[in-house]
């Protein structure tokens, strides 16, 4: 293609918002006419059915749900009144309770204010908020944030140990829908354990956010906990960081929520727009579609190309992955959908797998976050009339350039700023992307069975050590693997079983194993 023809290719497939200031450019994605117009009447049945969504339907049948994410920017489109309601008042609730914490109005057991936040969560109920965080808290904010989003007790531990003394000042956000997520539960425990051992009362520092009526919904309000914060079952963990899942955590790092809100409510009446070439989530779905060919033959690697940006890839991995990654379609058939996700930051991975984008496999397709402002303040020059932010801009225009050269795939999403506007409508964007690409593939983008039959299969391996302890303890001698495992009632998982001896014997938990580790067949196992 010529310049001239690229040049109007460019302007045929560029898409600009006037209000956010954002720029979606799909003109270096290959596809042609044909395809576009094959795709119309699926585009035409993919904007039903998110109008369907909006107006309240079971949008996510498996679990007989709907699906309302959007309905928390814009309380209005909530289908009835009390759900409306609920939306208001938590959304008050946040914001009175982030003042009176602010203030010290609100404040620890010994006086004074606050000076961090210790979140436990898991998946959606984290990574929502330590992208947002990243991207937007202020190096020296109201309270700083720390995470803990997994049951490793060395991450615990390390987190723990970063918070030292200031633990007393130390407000403790537990978010889980159901109260009952074992890695959210386990880091809860250790953290109570923590407070304990410094003869301070856990409730009198800690905040729920989870469903009604849950088991951790009763054990705040038994315990007295500082504040409640609902999760409603028609938000999923994975579009909940509009919901006080990441609201609450944003305001109290002095984050403009209320900017957030707007710039997703913004972005959501883009993607509304019923019109392919006029709507920016549906330009996205179409280059996803065309990429993988409908199937996700080929990954999405995420550029941005700024350091705040940082964690946008690891968020839009349980976005895209969890949402699109599927057995099966609405119709029982077996389809094995999905798109992988990846990546870090520009122009970092210039140093590191672009030679492989450029000149390895082509079984991806590329997205560059631009970001068009390099500082709030003026630049020095690097160079005689060049900084380090025109630097930065020319290896993004020159990696993409180079890309395509080798007929590779990309997209580019050029935004003004780092703004709690600008991220709202990023988050919105991306979240309608991913429900019209799952109306294109006839699949349900709101559950989660993979993630479930996981959760079920570590229950089992836990009861399966507890048969193993239950079986050493009453054994008079030692046993082998094999005998083991026949004694517990499980020959078909000796090396599951073995897996659980060696990690009780490598963490001191009473498990002795003699014999010739490189031979588990070998060992002989006993208790102490």
Same mark, same amino acid.
């Given at each position: ?381 690097? /160079? ?67 993630? /479930? ?76």
């Amino acid at each position: 293609m010529d310049a001239i023809a690229l040049w109007q290719r460019y302007q045929d497939w560029l898409y600009y918002h006037s209000g956010l200031g954002l720029y979606l450019d799909i003109s270096r994605m290959q596809f042609d006419d044909a395809f576009v117009e094959e795709m119309r009447p699926r585009f035409e049945q993919a904007f039903a059915d998110q109008v369907a969504l909006e107006g309240g339907a079971i949008a996510n049948p498996d679990e007989d749900r709907m699906v309302g994410h959007y309905w928390l920017r814009n309380p209005d489109l909530a289908p009835t009144a009390e759900l409306k309601q609920d939306i208001v008042e938590t959304l008050e609730q946040i914001k009175t309770v982030v003042h009176k914490i602010h203030t010290g109005e609100l404040h620890p057991p010994q006086g004074g204010k606050f000076t961090d936040v210790l979140s436990v969560g898991i998946g959606g109920s984290a990574l929502g908020p330590q992208f947002v965080a990243e991207a937007l808290a202020d190096p020296n904010p109201p309270l700083r944030m720390h995470f803990i989003d997994n049951t490793d007790p060395t991450g615990i531990d390390r987190v723990l140990e970063r918070l030292g003394d200031r633990l007393i000042s130390t407000l403790v956000i537990t978010t889980s829908k159901s109260g009952g997520t074992p890695e959210t539960r386990n880091g809860m425990m250790e953290v109570h354990h923590a407070y304990q051992a410094r003869g301070l009362e856990f409730s009198r520092y800690a905040i729920a956010v989870t469903g009604h009526g849950s088991t951790l919904d009763q054990l705040a309000k038994s315990e007295g906990w500082l504040a409640t914060f609902p999760m409603h079952d028609w938000v999923g963990g994975r579009t909940s960081e509009m919901s006080a899942v990441g609201l609450l955590p944003a305001a109290l790092q002095g984050i403009d929520i209320q900017a957030m809100l707007d710039g997703a409510a913004e972005m959501d009446a883009a993607t509304r727009v019923p019109t392919l070439e006029k709507n920016p989530a549906a330009l996205l779905a179409l280059s996803w579609h065309y990429a993988g060919n409908g199937k996700g033959d080929k990954d999405m690697v995420m550029l941005p190309y700024k350091d705040s940006l940082l964690l946008f890839s690891r968020y839009l991995q349980q976005l895209v992955m969890e949402s699109l990654g599927k057995a099966t379609d609405l119709d029982g058939n077996t389809v094995h959908q999905g798109i992988a996700v990846y990546g870090n930051k520009g122009s970092t991975d210039q140093h590191a797998y672009v030679q492989q984008l450029r000149d390895g496999v082509p079984n991806f397709f590329v997205t560059f976050i631009e970001v068009l402002g390099d500082r709030s303040g003026p630049s020095i020059e690097v /160079e005689p009339g060049v900084t380090s932010g025109d630097y930065l801009s020319g290896l993004l225009q020159g990696t993409r350039q180079a890309l395509f050269e080798n007929q590779r795939d990309s997209i580019t999403v050029t935004i003004p700023a780092v703004t709690p506007q600008i991220v709202g409508a990023l988050i919105a964007l991306y979240e309608r992307a991913v429900g019209i690409y799952a109306s294109l593939v006839n699949i349900n983008a709101y559950h989660q069975p993979g993630v /479930e039959a996981g959760k079920k299969a570590a229950a089992g391996v836990l009861s399966l050590q507890q048969q193993v302890v239950k079986t050493l303890a009453a054994a008079k001698q030692p046993l082998s693997l094999k005998t083991l495992a026949d004694q517990v009632g499980a020959p078909d998982q000796i090396e599951t079983i073995y897996r659980i001896v060696r990690h009780l014997h490598a963490n001191q938990r009473g498990v002795v194993l003699k014999g010739d580790l490189a031979r588990p067949s070998s060992l002989a196992i006993a208790l102490e």
